[in-house]
């Protein structure tokens, strides 16, 4: 167990809906990210947070947006969703902005109808 | 460039053997390299990782080769046991660590 913890753990939804999936990161961690792992696109990098502020961007769509909260959770909001967004979502966390060492949530599921 | 190239996509050994799973990447930038193991319905967990200046890691059953002038690493699993059966990814991030950079991953099944 990585101490990282993600919810819900399958989240089943309409075309054109919005979900929020939730990430509590490692006590002690203060950088959040998130991935989207899919068949086609392997594990790819979204977004990091560092203690409530972003801090890096990668393969993000517009329709997808996150923030961290003071007491360092992490939410990712994916709206107007699409077939193709159905994938896992991780969040890993790691101790400070620049840590290498970044350790995984179990994934949220997320399958778009 | 930012990839990543993983290979082999699946690997099949005996309970005992070695299995190899090998990475290469272009972007002489990165700095670290770590290797992530996935079971079936769990998050990815980090095995083990080395940094550019060492050409050798070894931790428990599990090493990495690392050969800086072909831009190429490798994970050697010793005496493989079925436990060992899940999906390995190797990874690179650039200094500063904001993000890792995935290879496609490996399906490794270890027979009984």
């Known amino acids: 167990d990585s101490g990282v913890t993600q919810t819900p753990k399958h989240l089943i939804t309409a075309t054109g809906q919005r979900v929020t999936l939730r990430c509590s990161p490692r006590?002690?961690?203060?950088?959040v990210y998130w991935y989207q792992q899919s068949l086609d696109q392997g594990l790819q990098f979204l977004i990091q947070?560092?203690?409530?502020?972003?801090?890096a961007k990668g393969n993000i769509l517009e329709r997808f947006s996150a923030q961290q909260f003071p007491d360092l959770h992490s939410e990712l909001n994916l709206s107007s969703l699409e077939l193709g967004d159905s994938a896992l979502y991780f969040c890993a966390s790691s101790v400070g902005a620049s840590s290498y060492e970044q350790y995984f949530g179990p994934g949220t599921r997320l399958t778009v109808t | 460039q930012q990839q990543v190239k993983q290979s082999p996509q699946s690997l099949i050994v005996q309970k005992g053997g070695i299995p190899i799973i090998n990475c290469a990447y272009e972007n002489t930038a990165f700095d670290y390299f770590p290797w992530y193991q996935q079971f079936p319905g769990k998050g990815p967990a980090l095995l083990i990782a080395?940094?550019?200046?060492?050409s050798e890691k070894k931790e428990g059953r599990f090493t990495i080769s690392f050969n800086k002038s072909a831009k190429q690493f490798s994970l050697h699993i010793m005496d493989s046991q079925p436990g060992d059966s899940a999906t390995y990814f190797c990874?690179?991030?650039?200094?500063?660590?904001?993000?890792?950079?995935f290879g496609a991953g490996t399906i490794l099944r270890v027979k009984s």
């Open positions: 947070y560092y203690n409530g502020e972003e801090r």
């Open positions: 006590s002690g961690d203060l950088s």
């Open positions: 080395i940094r550019p200046d060492v």
């Open positions: 990874a690179a991030s650039l200094p500063y660590g904001n993000k890792l950079v």
